[in-house]
Nanobody, 122 residues
């Protein structure tokens, strides 16, 4: 069983900063790409940022220059440093990763965390 557990969500004022963390646990063999997605009320889940095993990053246009994604493979973790937060950044942030297990070393399966709430007040 593989789990992704997020933390770091909070309520902040516009212009503030937060650091989200996500760690994988359980029967993890390897982790491929990891990322953060956001879902706001009444909207579909959207990509915020992703990072490959090689460290290549991608960002949704509105967060470029304000958010930084990173990963620590020794900790099986991915992070999202968010600065200059805006009300439109609010939502539930979900961690995502493609993970293989010892029982299926060459099969990548998508996993999601349970989400962490980010609230930004103006």
């Amino acid at each position: 069983q593989v789990q992704l557990v997020e933390s770091g969500g909070d309520a902040v004022q516009a212009g503030g900063s937060l650091r989200l963390s996500c760690a994988a646990s359980g029967s993890v063999y390897e982790i491929n790409s990891m990322g953060w997605y956001r879902q706001s009320t009444g909207t579909q889940r959207e990509m915020v940022s992703t990072i490959t095993r090689g460290g290549t990053t991608d960002y949704e246009t509105s967060v470029k220059g304000r958010f930084t994604i990173s990963r620590d493979d020794s900790e099986k973790a991915v992070y999202l440093q968010m600065t200059d937060l805006k009300p439109e950044d609010a939502g539930v942030y979900y961690c995502h990763a493609f993970i293989s297990t010892p029982q299926a070393k060459t099969t990548w399966r998508a996993y999601w965390g349970q989400g962490t709430q980010v609230t930004v007040s103006s």
